[in-house]
């Protein structure tokens, strides 16, 4: 079997995509995989380490006001065309997935007309354009949030939840914190705000590390994201506490799984994939939705671990420091509040997304 999946641009489509990858991979090891991408996308650097094949198309996003970056990408839309043609010429592949962004479009929408067995996974509540658009075309969608369900053809479209990498289902609190030095009576919070990092989260979040200075028993962990990351260390390092016991700052984090399991709160932005990974988890979580998410997408997203009570929700311009710090200490002082809040999101959690989707992969194999 012969698989070509189109996962690009950020980390909240390519990272399902290597999940599904795995799944695959465990059930049918001599399944082919290859990955298609653009050269403009993170892909390109996270792909190749986990050891897949991946090519390339030509094609690049919209910019929202006309300009001459729009019309190269009307230009980009007719090379991806062209491009997909070439590579499902070239691997002549029995299934081709789409988790998403500006190079799933062109390879799937290739890959119906051929009538080429063909799946979208949306990560998002409310879908994306790429996925609105090939919803009437594929033979598969799979959802990660029932919310998704009216956007989509019913008898084409299952509940499959958002696809996580099995270490984060396999956590070990305990030793997870051991490995990290942390005491029982030390309460760490991780701070995330995705790959390019979130500025309203990152200089609210300067305001409770300063609230915290003198204070061992809090413990944080701040991933900036790596366009920040240089302003905000030399701001932490400007109130004195880098290097310090309990305030590490990084860019970017690979083991974000083994940082979520010793965390005791974790402040987040909403992406699809950050909430899939807080479900997993069972972490309770502050999270704040990125205000120009297509489709307030972001804040659909939080509201499904937020409404039930698994965690807090802010919106972006209500957010300052003191909001935070605030919001911070009622929950990390209340543990009872805590314990609920983690067995409520741990609960929305959809552990077997894999097992659903590769279910549907193999019913789709079997009608050929």
């Known amino acids: 079997m012969k698989i070509l999946i189109a996962a690009g641009g950020t980390g909240g489509h390519i990272y399902p995509g ?9 059930e049918n090891p001599g399944a ?26 030509r094609v690049r996003g919209f910019e929202r006001k006309a300009s001459l970056e729009t019309l190269a990408a009307i230009k980009g839309i007719f090379d991806g065309l062209s491009d997909a043609k070439k590579l499902i010429k070239k691997h002549q592949p ?31 509540a409310y879908p994306g354009k790429t996925n609105l658009m090939l919803g009437s075309r594929v033979n598969r969608i799979a959802i990660s949030f029932k919310e998704a369900e009216k956007y989509f053809p019913q008898e084409r479209t299952f509940l499959a939840g958002n696809p996580v990498r099995s270490d984060y289902h396999q956590i070990d609190r305990s030793e997870l914190r051991k490995n990290l030095n942390l005491s029982d009576t030390q309460k760490m919070i991780l701070i995330m705000g995705g790959s390019q990092g979130a500025g309203s989260i990152n200089q609210s979040a300067l305001s409770l590390i300063a609230s915290y200075k003198d204070q061992d028993d809090r413990v944080i962990y701040h991933l900036t994201g790596k366009d920040q990351y240089e302003s905000i260390k030399k701001e932490v ?64 997203n939080a509201r499904v671990i937020t409404d039930p009570g698994g965690g807090v929700l802010i919106k972006d311009k209500e957010l300052t420091g003191a909001r935070l710090i605030q919001t911070v200490e009622s929950l990390l002082e209340d543990e009872k509040k805590c314990q609920m809040m983690s067995q409520i999101t741990k609960k929305q959690s959809i552990i077997n997304a894999g097992d659903r989707i590769y279910a549907q992969i193999k019913k789709l194999m079997e009608n050929e």
């Open 237 to 300: 390092d400007h109130l004195g506490l880098s290097p310090s016991g309990h305030v590490f700052v990084d860019a970017y984090s690979n083991e974000v799984h083994r940082l979520l399991g010793a965390a005791d709160l974790v402040i987040s932005r909403s992406g699809a994939m950050s909430v899939a990974e807080i479900q997993a988890v069972g972490v309770p979580s502050i999270l704040v939705p990125y205000p120009l998410a297509a489709g307030n997408h972001q804040e659909f």
């Open 94 to 124: 029995d299934l081709v997935i789409g988790t998403g962004g500006f190079t799933a479009g062109p390879l799937l929408l290739i890959a119906s007309r051929r009538k080429i067995k063909t799946m979208i996974h949306e990560q998002n």
């Open 18 to 26: 290597l999940a599904i990858a795995e799944k695959i991979k465990t």
């Open 32 to 57: 082919e995989i290859v990955f298609i991408g653009s050269m403009v996308g993170m892909e390109k650097n996270i792909i190749p380490q986990y050891g897949y094949p991946i090519e390339y198309i």
